[in-house]
Every structure is written in C-alpha cells, then in structure tokens.
C-alpha cells in the first residue's frame, strides 16, 4: 500500500464549478499536510498549509484534513480556466522529518471555458 | 523577493556521465531538499539539507548526492547517469526553523541518452 493516493484523473469540470479533490494516506505520523498546483513543464506552487486536522480557507480555496480517517480534500469554489494543472497533496511528520514531503501522484484538473 | 532559482533549467547527458544542478533558496532560508519528479514514480525525496548538514534523506542510491554551502546555495550531483535517471529535478527550500512552507524551484530538466 502507498503511504498517500491520489486519484490522477483527469477531472474535466465546467467554468464556475465547485471542484473537490482528495487523498487518502496510511502513514499516522503524517502531521503537516500541503497542496500544490502545477502547470505543465513549471515547478509545483504552494497552494495551501495545514498542520494536523481541520479547515483553512484562502480566498477560492478550503483545504480540509481529517486525521481520524486518515483523509484530505481541496475544494476550489467558482472554478477558472486558469486553475486547469495538476493537483498534488503533500504530507510530512514532525520533527526532524518535516521536511521530508511524501507526494501524491497528483490530479490533472481541466475546467472548460 | 526572488523565488527559488535552478540552473541549469535543461540538460543532456550521456549514459554513464555525471551531473551537477545548482540551486539558490529564497532568501532567509537555511533548508534546501532536492525532489526528483518522473511519470511513473511522481514527485520523490532525495535528501534535505540545513546548516550545510544534510538532515534527511530518501530512498536513492549513493550516485545521488548533494551539498549545501555556509550562503544555503546547494548543489546535487549523479554520478553514472542511467536511462532511468531522466526526470525533472526540483529543489525546494524553507526558512527550517520548524515552519513546514516549503517552496519549488522551477525544476531542472535532464534527459540521459
């Protein structure tokens, strides 16, 4: 078993949709959870932090993190074209090891003008 | 403030060559990791460097290696180039005071032939 799943899609929604995107991990120790975006050929871009369980919102985005069930999701309200790239959690421990992300596959996210 | 920056940004190598990529972190920050991105394993750890020790580090075999100098700049180096080493190169750095917002580069591209 991976430590982290990642559906990779695609995922082709409409402008203006609500897009919800998840992963589930097997590894407990995990406390810092991230998403990146990146576009084709680019480095991944930070997206949104959250250490250990809850919801934080930033602007269009809402990182979830569910700790007891071992789940995370990223919703994007009132989708963009310009929001069409690869999604890709992230996840470390605490400690001496929180800077050492372990990476979902990714999600490729196409939203249709 | 200037990002994370990488060079070189594309490279070809021969079989059995070595490869040196540099990278110069975000002003401040003392934690350079270095991530190695493929199709078919994704974004994987190679190592984490801080205060020009290296703190963490990933699953690969000795031919990768890296150093981080007393201005964070950090350099990483394969040695014995394989088909299989061709992928896009990231690093990634942080302020490593025990924040977990980590930020990539734009990725160093190498192709082995």
């Known amino acids: 078993q991976k430590e982290v799943e990642q559906d990779p899609g695609p995922l082709s929604v409409p402008e203006g949709a609500i897009v919800s995107l998840n992963c589930t991990y097997s590894?407990?120790?995990?406390?810092?959870f991230m998403w990146y975006r990146q576009y084709s050929r680019k480095g991944p871009e930070l997206l949104m932090y959250?250490?250990?369980?809850g919801n934080k919102e930033d602007g269009r985005f809402t990182a979830q993190v569910d700790k007891s069930s071992k789940y995370i999701s990223l919703f994007i309200r009132d989708s963009q074209p310009s929001d069409s790239a690869t999604y890709l959690c992230?996840?470390?421990?605490?400690?001496?090891?929180?800077?050492?992300?372990?990476f979902g596959k990714g999600t490729l996210l196409t939203v249709n003008p | 403030k200037a990002g994370v920056t990488q060079t070189p940004r594309y490279l070809i190598k021969t079989r059995g060559q070595q490869v040196t990529l540099s990278c110069s972190p975000i002003?401040?920050?003392?934690?350079v990791s270095w991530y190695q991105q493929t199709p078919g394993q994704g974004l994987q750890f190679l190592f984490e460097?801080?205060?020009?020790?290296?703190?963490n580090k990933g699953n690969f075999p000795g031919r990768f290696s890296g150093r981080q100098f007393s201005n964070s700049r950090s350099e990483m180096n394969v040695s014995t180039l394989e088909l299989g080493d061709s992928a896009l190169y990231l690093c990634?750095?942080?302020?490593?005071?025990?924040?977990?917002?980590?930020?990539f580069g734009e990725g160093s591209w190498l192709t082995v032939v």
């Open positions: 959250t250490y250990s369980s």
């Open positions: 992230a996840m470390s421990g605490s400690g001496g090891s929180n800077y050492k992300l372990t």
């Open positions: 990634a750095s942080s302020l490593g005071d025990g924040t977990n917002t980590i930020y």
């Open positions: 460097y801080f205060s020009e020790t290296q703190r």
């Open positions: 002003s401040g920050h003392r934690s």
């Open positions: 590894n407990s120790a995990f406390q810092y």
